[in-house]
């Protein structure tokens, strides 16, 4: 079931990458907001030390296992916020981030800056995902009162 819609209006330039423009998510669905994920492993330590890929890798990783403990794939995201400090290797996250994605493309902003909270850290991403009722349950996350 499609619990959101990817546009793409026309009275806007059309992405040039793995994104869409907007995401209109259904009302009565949950938002899972999942904090900015570098490259670390579940013991703390940093993954892919001067590898772009590899740390792009351990990042999408990160965020598939954030998605998964509420019952969430990246089918669900619907806006992104990418983070890089070496903008040269940039493609480098965009082929990794397609083959998570998959058919999806969020909306999303890519950007540049001149550092993360550790120098060895080349990206840091944060999702927002989408999940309906049918997948909270799944998940066994309760609705607030």
Not at 27 to 47: H, K, M, Y
Request: glycine residues 8%.
């Amino acid at each position: 079931m499609k619990f959101h819609e990817e546009s793409n209006p026309d009275n806007l330039a059309q992405p040039d990458g793995h994104f869409s423009q907007c995401t209109l998510v259904q009302a009565g669905t949950s938002l899972l907001f999942i904090s900015g994920q570098v490259p670390r492993d579940t013991e703390g330590g940093t993954v892919g030390i001067g590898d772009m890929n590899r740390q792009a890798e351990q990042v999408f990783g990160n965020l598939q296992a954030a998605l998964s403990a509420h019952g969430a794939s990246f089918e669900n995201v619907v806006k992104a916020t990418i983070y890089v400090t070496r903008m040269d290797l940039a493609h480098e996250v965009v082929v990794v981030r397609e083959r998570f994605y998959g058919k999806s493309k969020p909306a999303s902003t890519f950007v540049g800056v001149t550092a993360l909270n550790d120098p060895e850290w080349w990206l840091e991403v944060e999702l927002v995902a989408a999940l309906p009722a049918s997948l909270r349950s799944k998940a066994g996350i309760q609705a607030f009162a």
